[in-house]
């Protein structure tokens, strides 16, 4: 399948600012788009979701926007705490019972 | 909060040897999938599977690969022949909607020595 992929390996940001995670997509055809947490030894953990009929998303300190004209999907977290130093992949799928396509993931680390 | 179960969290193997890895999905989720994730790489899609049959499978899913739901409630993931390049973590998800919602198990780191 198509290859998704982040721009930057590793994001460190001061403790309470707000942080953005970016990934570019290649499959135009791909209509479902997920953040995914993972922390070290754990699975990856839901964050948000979104589908390709919108183009922002909100949730608790957390909004991903979606522009399809570039594939670029990206991640707002407000407010950073030191719970949020995890990675963080996107990932996209067609629908129906595709498998997720994942990035290589951004390493977030909060400076105190 | 429902959680995927999957056991054993560790499981080391001899190169050749046969394992099975086992996965209870959140109870009423339909769609069921196997994740790896090699050491420092991303993860990757190896089936999908959903009415007892294979719904898709990637390229890694290879005739080593198997999948069984034995009861209503385990979902497993059969290496019959594992090689050293099997060492990953593998990570069980399940949904109760088609490509929506996934919810991943903690996974098994399998070691093959």
């Known amino acids: 399948g198509e290859s998704v992929g982040l721009h930057l390996p590793t994001l460190s940001v001061q403790e309470g600012d707000n942080s953005i995670i970016n990934c570019a997509y290649s499959n135009s055809a791909s209509d479902y788009f997920i953040w995914y947490k993972q922390e070290s030894g754990k699975g990856p953990q839901f964050i948000i979701d979104?589908?390709?009929?919108?183009d922002k998303r909100q949730g608790q300190r957390v909004t991903v926007l979606l522009n399809k004209t570039v594939k670029h999907l990206s991640l707002q977290i407000a407010a950073t705490q030191p719970g949020d130093s995890a990675v963080y992949f996107c990932a996209d799928s067609g629908g129906g019972a595709d498998g997720l396509t994942f990035g290589k993931g951004t390493h977030l680390i909060i400076q105190p | 909060e429902p959680e995927v179960t999957q056991t054993p969290s560790h499981q080391v193997t001899q190169m050749g040897q046969e394992v099975i890895l086992r996965c209870v999905p959140i109870?009423?989720?339909?769609?069921f999938y196997w994740y790896r994730q090699i050491l420092g790489q991303k993860v990757e899609f190896l089936v999908s599977?959903?009415?007892?049959?294979?719904?898709?499978k990637s390229e890694i899913f290879d005739d080593q690969f198997s999948v069984e739901r034995p009861d209503g409630s385990n979902f497993t993931l059969k290496i019959r022949s594992t090689k050293l390049e099997d060492s990953a973590m593998y990570f069980c998800a399940s949904s109760g909607t088609p490509g929506e919602g996934y919810t991943f198990g903690s996974g098994t780191r399998l070691t093959v020595v």
């Open positions: 109870s009423n989720h339909l769609y």
């Open positions: 979104i589908r390709s009929n919108m």
């Open positions: 599977f959903y009415n007892n049959e294979i719904s898709e």
